[in-house]
């Protein structure tokens, strides 16, 4: 049981370059989110999507864009990466807002 | 004032003991919460839901005080296991989305 996975685990990207994050679950949840954990600073909230074709903005989305075409995948494209977009990035699911959100392993970024 | 705040830590305390962590959250009509617990670079993973009357988990209790906008974690017994940042998470009023709060670190001592 695959779970929450996350593509790829590891990135270093030079500043300007673009790249896309994707996220995948196999467990039919309609909730998904994407979330960056800085150090000292908790998990942020980037974008979150309610089901498929739908996206919503969180407390950090400056500077990223997100797609849910497939119920199962959840897309994070930085379009330009800039230094301060150097960080853990973190996608989870979950049936319901209120519900329990499982976590993939996550993405370590760094922008050079 | 952030929305959930807690003290960072760390708490370092021997095995077998007995520690409390609390949480402050802002929005008085957050409806849902819930402790979660991250391992050194790994992913966050729940450790147990916190219900209005308290609840237990072997040797881990949950309190929320709605009064006071805080809830509690208590983990009775240490293990060198419970080495760990603790997470508390809420559900603010009309937001689809948790809150989490910045972790508090725990290191368990032999």
């Known amino acids: 049981n695959a779970g929450v996975t996350q593509t790829p685990k590891f990135r270093v990207l030079k500043t300007g370059q673009s790249m896309t994050l994707l996220c995948a679950q196999d467990?039919?949840?309609?909730?998904m989110y994407w979330y960056r954990q800085d150090p000292g600073m908790g998990l942020r909230l980037i974008h979150y999507s309610v089901g498929e074709g739908t996206t919503a903005k969180g407390e950090v989305p400056d500077g990223y864009n997100v797609s849910r075409l497939k119920k199962q995948n959840f897309l994070l494209g930085l379009e330009s990466a800039a230094p301060s977009q150097t960080s853990v990035y973190f996608c989870?699911?979950?049936?319901?807002?209120?519900?329990?959100?499982?976590f993939g392993p996550g993405t370590r970024l760094t922008v050079l | 004032r952030k929305e959930v705040e807690q003290d960072p830590g760390p708490f370092n305390v021997p095995e077998g003991a007995t520690v409390a962590f609390n949480c402050t959250y802002s929005n008085s009509a957050s409806q849902s919460f819930f402790w979660y617990r991250q391992d050194c670079r790994k992913e966050p993973k729940l450790l147990m839901s916190?219900?209005?009357s308290g609840n237990e988990d072997g040797r881990f209790t949950a309190q929320l005080n709605r009064a006071s906008q805080y809830i509690s974690l208590l983990i009775r017994d240490s293990k060198l296991s419970d080495s760990a940042t603790y997470l508390c998470?809420?559900?603010?009023?009309?937001?689809?989305?948790?809150?989490f709060g910045s972790g508090t670190r725990l290191q368990v001592q032999p």
């Open positions: 989870a699911s979950s049936r319901d807002y209120t519900d329990t959100q499982y």
């Open positions: 998470v809420v559900n603010p009023t009309g937001r689809r989305a948790l809150t």
């Open positions: 916190v219900y209005s």
């Open positions: 467990m039919n949840h309609e909730y």
